[in-house]
């Protein structure tokens, strides 16, 4: 059975520190997903990673992923108040038969303090 | 715009009734995806389909149903709702290319049920 842990589970921080949220998960996968989740809000996407070294960034965010590792990260370059939110990684258990049943993390509540 | 809805978005009901929340989607995409969401949980899948007559149990089924009679919706049903279904639901779909399993899924805004 797949599990997805992200930690940290909380994490404040002031405004243009650089931090990272990991996302570990127990069994091989090379499809990977970043969500954003705003207080009361239904999920965005960030990112889709797609393969081992995949990386792609947008604005201050950047996610990559080690499946040798079994390990995603997001990274908050500079951070600003507007990045505060909850943070979600999920793997596809099966990405070869392509059926997307998502295995979510926790979530990372992500607080940017002034 | 293309977009997917949920209704209704808040509900309240009481234990052993039967409860049906509605999911439509306009983009025309084949996979629709039902989740629930709770405090330290995370997401989990509940039920999904990847086509019209197609229906698939996820990690959480027990207690819940689905159907798919055409391609804009899949509603989810909780045939005697108990205390333990009160959650957020979130509908989500995706395109469903063909064995590529790459697409992203676009969730609705969510509803949020209360079993009293």
């Known amino acids: 059975e797949l599990k997805v842990e992200q930690n940290p589970l909380f994490l404040s921080m002031q405004e243009g520190k650089n931090y990272t949220i990991y996302c570990n998960y127990s069994?091989?996968?090379?499809?990977l997903y970043w969500y954003r989740q705003d207080p009361g809000k239904s999920l965005e996407s960030l990112f889709v990673?797609?393969?081992?070294?995949a990386v792609k960034q947008e604005g201050r965010l950047m996610a990559s992923l080690d499946t040798k590792a079994r390990l995603s990260t997001l990274h908050i370059t500079a951070a600003v108040h507007d990045l505060s939110a909850t943070y979600f990684c999920?793997?596809?258990?099966?990405?070869?038969?392509?059926?997307?049943?998502?295995?979510f993390g926790q979530g990372t509540r992500l607080t940017i303090n002034p | 715009d293309a977009e997917i809805t949920q209704s209704p978005r808040h509900k309240i009901t009481e234990t052993g009734r039967q409860v049906t929340l509605a999911c439509h989607q306009t983009?025309?995409?084949?996979?629709m995806f039902w989740y629930r969401q709770d405090l330290g949980h995370g997401l989990r899948l509940i039920h999904y389909?990847?086509?019209?007559?197609?229906?698939n149990k996820g990690e959480v089924s027990d207690g819940y149903s689905v159907s798919r009679s055409n391609t804009e919706d899949l509603p989810l049903t909780l045939e005697s709702a108990a205390s333990s279904q009160t959650s957020v639901y979130f509908c989500?779909?995706?395109?469903?290319?063909?064995?590529?399993?790459?697409?992203?899924?676009?969730f609705g805004p969510g509803t949020r049920l209360t079993v009293l």
């Open positions: 069994t091989t996968s090379d499809r």
């Open positions: 989500a779909s995706s395109e469903g290319l063909s064995g590529a399993g790459t697409d992203t899924q676009y």
């Open positions: 999920a793997v596809d258990p099966d990405p070869f038969q392509g059926a997307q049943k998502l295995v």
């Open positions: 983009w025309n995409h084949n996979n």
């Open positions: 990673l797609l393969s081992n070294g």
């Open positions: 389909s990847y086509g019209v007559q197609d229906t």
